[in-house]
């Protein structure tokens, strides 16, 4: 991984601002402030700064990067899902078996969407453990899905990689934001 200096990645962030539909006000400022060490900082930026529901607080913050990993991964599914035909049999096996694991990680982050919307002080600890729990798992899912198509050479197979890693990426952002609202306990509930 590339580490790239704080006022680098600053700069990057403010002039990313200008493309993406920003947010005014404390939310745009919590974004920005949230998105810095995120693993994928600049997608962390442009997808949660242009999310049209409310990000105000890192409880809701967390909620539209797990929509934004979730809706991603509807994306991915549905396309996945009408490509199954016309390719050789073992891209159509490998193109099955990922859209199950895209599946399962559309349930994961359902089930952590539910859990974020429902947190209670007493059992907040638990609630952020099934969260955490959920999203690694469903990451862990999208990486299964790319294992299944060792073997596999050609457009297919680059297709599927880059749509993958995309939701890969914002799927790792959400669970940076389930961590850092598990971190701001206190703060903002």
């Given at each position: 991984?590339?580490?790239?200096?704080?006022?680098?990645?600053?700069?990057?962030?403010?002039?990313?601002?200008?493309?993406?539909?920003?947010?005014?006000?404390?939310?745009?400022?919590?974004?920005?402030?949230?998105?810095?060490?995120?693993?994928?900082?600049?997608?962390?930026?442009r997808t949660l700064s242009s999310y049209s529901g409310p990000a105000n607080t890192p409880r809701e913050l967390a909620q539209a990067a797990?929509?934004?990993?979730?809706?991603?991964?509807?994306?991915?599914?549905?396309?996945?899902?009408?490509?199954?035909?016309?390719?050789?049999?073992?891209?159509?096996?490998?193109?099955?078996?990922?859209?199950?694991?895209?599946?399962?990680?559309?349930?994961?982050?359902?089930?952590?969407?539910?859990?974020?919307?429902?947190?209670?002080?007493?059992?907040?600890?638990?609630?952020?453990?099934?969260?955490?729990?959920?999203?690694?798992?469903?990451?862990?899912?999208?990486?299964?899905?790319?294992?299944?198509?060792?073997?596999?050479?050609?457009?297919?197979?680059?297709?599927?990689?880059?749509?993958?890693?995309?939701?890969?990426?914002?799927?790792?952002?959400?669970?940076?934001?389930?961590?850092?609202?598990?971190?701001?306990?206190?703060?903002?509930?």
């Amino acid at each position: 991984m590339v580490t790239i200096p704080f006022f680098v990645l600053n700069i990057l962030l403010f002039l990313s601002s200008s493309a993406a539909t920003p947010k005014s006000g404390a939310g745009h400022d919590l974004v920005r402030s949230s998105c810095v060490h995120a693993s994928y900082p600049s997608l962390c930026f442009r997808t949660l700064s242009s999310y049209s529901g409310p990000a105000n607080t890192p409880r809701e913050l967390a909620q539209a990067a797990v929509k934004v990993s979730l809706s991603r991964a509807r994306k991915v599914s549905n396309y996945l899902s009408t490509s199954v035909t016309g390719y050789n049999k073992r891209e159509r096996v490998a193109l099955s078996d990922c859209v199950e694991q895209i599946d399962e990680s559309m349930e994961e982050l359902s089930k952590t969407l539910g859990e974020l919307k429902h947190l209670r002080g007493e059992t907040f600890e638990f609630q952020m453990s099934n969260a955490q729990t959920w999203v690694s798992a469903a990451l862990t899912n999208e990486d299964t899905c790319l294992d299944g198509f060792e073997g596999v050479d050609g457009e297919v197979k680059s297709d599927v990689k880059r749509k993958i890693t995309n939701v890969a990426k914002v799927t790792s952002n959400a669970l940076y934001m389930i961590n850092r609202l598990n971190e701001s306990r206190g703060r903002h509930r």
